[in-house]
């Protein structure tokens, strides 16, 4: 269907002067228009039909006003007006009546993720941990009414990116059954979208947008999508995504606060950092290293005279990844600190199942801790070095409680309890192994 009936100049209700197409998709042409009564720019999304031809297409721009008109998020654009009017204009070579539809609503200087990608935009993990988390936030107020307002389209094309990088979730005259068009969740093309198709919708979004690969290119293992080789992102932040790309929608987020509980420790750290593809860190860090090792050599001979013991105290400090912890660098120069019990038969850890499912929901059971508020319990390879750590958290002084880690890719695992950080250091209390395997 043609389009092309709004010429630039041309005034809608005698207010909003048309000034550019911005974007034409289907039935719909959205411009760049300025409103004249408050003297700013705006969006208008327009669509036409003849008459006697189906009005579902202005039935959706009516619904999705009716969305807007009720929302007032930062990260949401705002509802302007909404009108009708019949056209003059030829349509499909028919002359009217035709039916036209209008919603305004705040104009927003950026592009989408997928105009982005398509321009060869590359995103650090800070600058899409940053986007993600205000997304999540979006997402937690839409969810948040009752009934919750399901998006039901989330796509990059749905996401707009302005200059300062702020996010804005778009077009929200979603239609049921989905779409089969990557970005929708299997469930959601048997019934209506619910809140965990929005989550899985945002994470592949999210993922293409690191990976400038489309969903339908990203290798698979079974039904999931095994998109860790194709991004350069922290462990951390890579599980999260994991959780909510989960096809089996039983072990995905089943609401945006069960994500953003995993997510609220990566946005708040200033770096990303313990992620095992992060190279650009490990680089760093292996500059860094070097940096202090080359400085010893040459600084050693001004340490001939003095005594072994204090030339000892001077050796380069070890370079931590602080995860989500509070506690400072567990190295320091200071004296040496004696480490707490490193044994006791009292205490109990144990995952509530011994074989889990691959990215299933990994439930550590405790008992009978001394109570410090910082004694820790991590989930690492069982390979990996006593001093290693990946997710983690602190039981707070609890003596007894269980924690929800998140879910992980197929291999042999340790559950692992340390006590009293930093005063006990890597002193390994008890460990619990477990497996993670495919079709148990």
């Known amino acids: 269907m043609d389009q092309s009936y709004l ?21 719909t042409v959205v411009y760049v228009a300025r409103d004249m009564v408050n003297d700013r720019l705006c969006a208008v999304k327009a669509i036409s039909v003849a008459a006697g031809t189906a009005q579902e297409g202005i039935g959706l721009l009516k619904q999705e006003s009716k969305v807007l008109y009720n929302l007032n998020h930062p ?6 007006d909404f009108f009708t009017e019949q056209t003059d204009t030829e349509l499909r070579g028919q002359r ?3 039916q036209s539809a209008y919603l305004v609503c705040e104009y927003i200087a950026g592009k989408s993720l997928q105009e982005l990608v398509d321009e060869g935009r590359r995103f650090t993990e800070q600058q899409i941990t940053a986007i993600v988390h205000a997304l999540m936030l979006t997402l937690r107020y839409l969810h948040g009414f009752s009934p919750p307002l399901i998006h039901g389209a989330i796509t990059p094309s749905n996401i707009v990116i302005d200059k300062r990088d702020k996010p804005y979730l778009i077009n929200f005259a979603s239609v049921w059954p989905g779409t089969p068009n990557g970005y929708t969740a299997q469930e959601q093309l048997k019934c209506p979208a619910t809140m965990a198709s929005d989550i899985y919708a945002l994470g592949m ?21 095994d998109f860790r080789g194709l991004v350069n992102i922290s462990y951390r932040l890579a599980n999260v995504l994991e959780k909510m790309l989960q096809p089996n929608v039983r072990y995905r987020y089943q609401h945006i606060n069960d994500a953003l509980r995993d997510m609220e420790p990566i946005a708040s750290s200033k770096a990303p950092t313990g992620g095992s593809r992060n190279r650009q860190t490990a680089l760093v860090l292996t500059i860094a290293a070097l940096t202090v090792i080359a ?16 030339e000892d105290k001077l050796t380069p400090a070890k370079v931590y990844s602080s995860g989500n912890k509070s506690a400072t660098s567990p190295v320091t120069t200071s004296p040496y600190i004696p480490p707490a019990t490193t044994t006791d ?4 850890i144990t995952t509530q199942k011994q074989i889990y499912q691959p990215y ?15 004694d820790w319990l991590t989930i690492v390879q069982s390979s990996a070095p006593t001093n290693s750590y990946n997710q983690w958290f602190y039981t707070t002084g609890q003596t007894d409680g269980s924690y929800q880690f998140n879910g992980l890719p197929p291999g042999d695992y340790d559950v692992r309890l340390y006590y009293d950080w930093p005063r006990g250091g890597y002193n390994l209390i008890k460990r619990h192994r477990f497996s993670v395997k495919e079709g148990q």
């Open 7 to 27: 010429l630039e100049q041309q005034t809608l209700k005698q207010r909003y002067r048309i000034e550019r197409e911005l974007s034409r998709k289907d039935d």
């Open 75 to 80: 990260n949401v654009p705002k509802f302007i």
């Open 96 to 98: 009217p009546p035709a």
């Open 205 to 225: 979004s999210i993922v293409f947008a690191l990976s400038h690969v489309p969903p339908d290119e990203i290798p698979q293992r079974g039904q999931r999508h």
């Open 295 to 310: 400085a010893m050599i040459l600084i050693k001979p001004l340490f001939s005279d003095l005594d072994k013991a204090i």
């Open 345 to 348: 038969s009292k205490a109990v």
């Open 360 to 374: 299933e929901p990994i439930v550590v059971q405790y008992s009978a801790l001394p109570g410090n508020a910082q």
